[in-house]
T-cell receptor, first 113, second 112 residues
């Protein structure tokens, strides 16, 4: 079945550092890919998404590019802030399977000032 | 507009008791999903509703788990004879079109 693998955390960075959180997937066909974020004490929020190969999703300075050839969707940000501290989840879905989300295990990001 | 709401926010119960968890999706959203997040683990899909029918129940872990949806709106997830391994945060999400799901704040279930 489909699966998502993301880098283990926690990831600890200083403010203004460059962020990469790796995500790779195994799936049939052409799934949609997502990054969701869960800030402390809050619910899960969609951060960005991409629905086809070579699409780039972006939001709040974060970016991720759908790479079909490497089955990857790595999350990047050029300069992190303390407020970016959260848990980040990579996920995929297939319209033909009702769009149910298959999630990675989540990566904790801690940004220090 | 209002987002997805869930109740209760926290539920503590004794092993063997039944519990009901409620989800109110965003008005007009036809698709509704239940997921579970156990401590230290990722989110697991439980069940998916399209309208009031459930075309995919493949994630329900046992026959102690059931869910229903009425009026293409509210959904309840029922866990009978709860076990300690049922302790988790239960998340509900709804979707209108395309592929973006919007999540509720979750219900934290603790089985003693």
């Amino acid at each position: 079945g489909d699966s998502v693998t993301q880098m283990e955390g926690p990831v600890t960075l200083s403010e203004e550092a460059f962020l990469t959180i790796n995500c790779t997937y195994t799936a049939t066909g052409y799934p949609s890919l997502f990054w969701y974020v869960q800030y402390p004490g809050e619910g899960l929020q969609l951060l960005l998404k991409a629905t086809k190969a070579d699409d780039k999703g972006s939001n709040k300075g974060f970016e991720a590019t759908y790479r079909k050839e490497t089955t990857s969707f790595h999350l990047e940000k050029g300069s992190v802030q303390v407020s970016d501290s959260a848990v980040y989840f990579c996920a995929l879905s297939h319209p033909e399977y009702g769009n149910k989300l298959v999630f990675g295990a989540g990566t904790i990001l801690r940004v220090k000032s | 507009g209002a987002g997805v709401s869930q109740s209760p926010s926290n539920k503590v119960t004794e092993k063997g008791k039944d519990v009901e968890l409620r989800c109110d999706p965003i008005s007009g959203h036809t698709a509704l999903y239940w997921y579970r997040q156990r401590l230290g683990q990722g989110l697991e899909f439980l069940i998916y509703f399209q309208g009031n029918s459930a075309p995919d129940k493949s994630g329900l872990p046992s026959d102690r788990f059931s869910a229903e949806r009425t009026g293409e709106s509210v959904s309840t997830l029922t866990i009978q004879r709860t076990q300690q391994e049922d302790s988790a945060v239960y998340l509900c999400a709804s979707r209108l079109e395309a592929d973006t799901q919007y999540f509720g704040p979750g219900t934290r279930l603790t089985v003693l």
